[in-house]
C-alpha cells in the first residue's frame, strides 16, 4: 500500500486543484475496494491532465479571495476540525485549495459553498444549504469527499487540524 499511496497522492491533488480551478464534479475514492467516479479526463496520462487543467484554469481563473475571507475560512475549518475530532490530509496543499476555495465562494455566493462539486445554479444550491461547508454529509456521516475534515483512521489522514492563513495562501498557491 505504501506505493500505491505515494503513486495515487500526486493523482488526488492534481484533481483536486483541477476541481476546485475549474469547478469540475470530482467524486473521487482513492481507497482499494471502493469504486471511484471520475470523469474520463482524470483517466488520461499525467501530461494530459496537466494540459488540461491548465487550459481549463485559464479559461475561468477563479478571484483570488479577500484576506478577511480566507482568514475566516482558515478558522473555521481549524476550529471544526479540533471540535469535530478529524485531520487535515497528509499533504497540507489539499486542504489549502479547499479553504481558498470556500473563501472564494464565500466572497462570491455570500456562504462557504463546496468548492469540490459542479453546480448548475450555485445561488440555488447555497439557499438550499446541502453543500454549504461544513456539508449535510460530513455533520451527518463525517464523509468530507474534499479530504479536508478526515478520520484519523482514513489512510490520507495527517497529523494537523490547524493551519494557518499565511500557509493556506502559499499551499494553495503552489498546488
Given at each position: 500500500?505504501?506505493?500505491?499511496?505515494?503513486?495515487?497522492?500526486?493523482?488526488?491533488?492534481?484533481?483536486?486543484?483541477?476541481?476546485?480551478?475549474?469547478?469540475?464534479?470530482?467524486?473521487?475514492?482513492?481507497?482499494?475496494?471502493?469504486?471511484?467516479?471520475?470523469?474520463?479526463?482524470?483517466?488520461?496520462?499525467?501530461?494530459?491532465?496537466?494540459?488540461?487543467?491548465?487550459?481549463?484554469?485559464?479559461?475561468?481563473?477563479?478571484?483570488?479571495?479577500?484576506?478577511?475571507?480566507?482568514?475566516?475560512?482558515?478558522?473555521?475549518?481549524?476550529?471544526?476540525?479540533?471540535?469535530?475530532?478529524?485531520?487535515?490530509?497528509?499533504?497540507?496543499?489539499?486542504a489549502a485549495v479547499v479553504i481558498k476555495g470556500l473563501a472564494e465562494h464565500k466572497d462570491?455566493?455570500?456562504?462557504?459553498?463546496?468548492?469540490?462539486?459542479?453546480?448548475?445554479?450555485?445561488?440555488?444550491?447555497?439557499?438550499d444549504g446541502y453543500w454549504n461547508c461544513p456539508c449535510t454529509p460530513m455533520r451527518?456521516?463525517?464523509?468530507?469527499?474534499?479530504?479536508?475534515?478526515?478520520?484519523?483512521?482514513?489512510?490520507?489522514?495527517?497529523?494537523?487540524?490547524?493551519?494557518?492563513?499565511?500557509?493556506?495562501?502559499?499551499?494553495?498557491?503552489?498546488?
Open positions: 500500500i505504501g506505493a500505491w499511496r505515494r503513486m495515487a497522492m500526486p493523482t488526488m491533488r492534481a484533481l483536486l486543484v483541477c476541481c476546485c480551478a475549474s469547478g469540475l464534479a470530482v467524486r473521487a475514492s482513492v481507497h482499494p475496494g471502493r469504486a471511484s467516479k471520475l470523469p474520463a479526463a482524470s483517466m488520461a496520462s499525467p501530461a494530459a491532465r496537466s494540459r488540461a487543467a491548465a487550459s481549463m484554469a485559464a479559461d475561468a481563473e477563479p478571484a483570488e479571495p479577500q484576506s478577511k475571507s480566507l482568514k475566516a475560512m482558515t478558522m473555521f475549518a481549524n476550529t471544526y476540525a479540533k471540535n469535530t475530532g478529524t485531520f487535515y490530509c497528509s499533504d497540507p496543499s489539499i462570491q455566493l455570500g456562504a462557504p459553498l463546496c468548492p469540490c462539486r459542479h453546480y448548475e445554479d450555485k445561488a440555488a444550491e447555497v439557499k451527518e456521516r463525517h464523509e468530507c469527499h474534499c479530504m479536508l475534515f478526515l478520520q484519523a483512521s482514513d489512510d490520507f489522514a495527517g497529523d494537523k487540524q490547524a493551519l494557518t492563513v499565511d500557509e493556506v495562501a502559499s499551499l494553495a498557491d503552489g498546488a
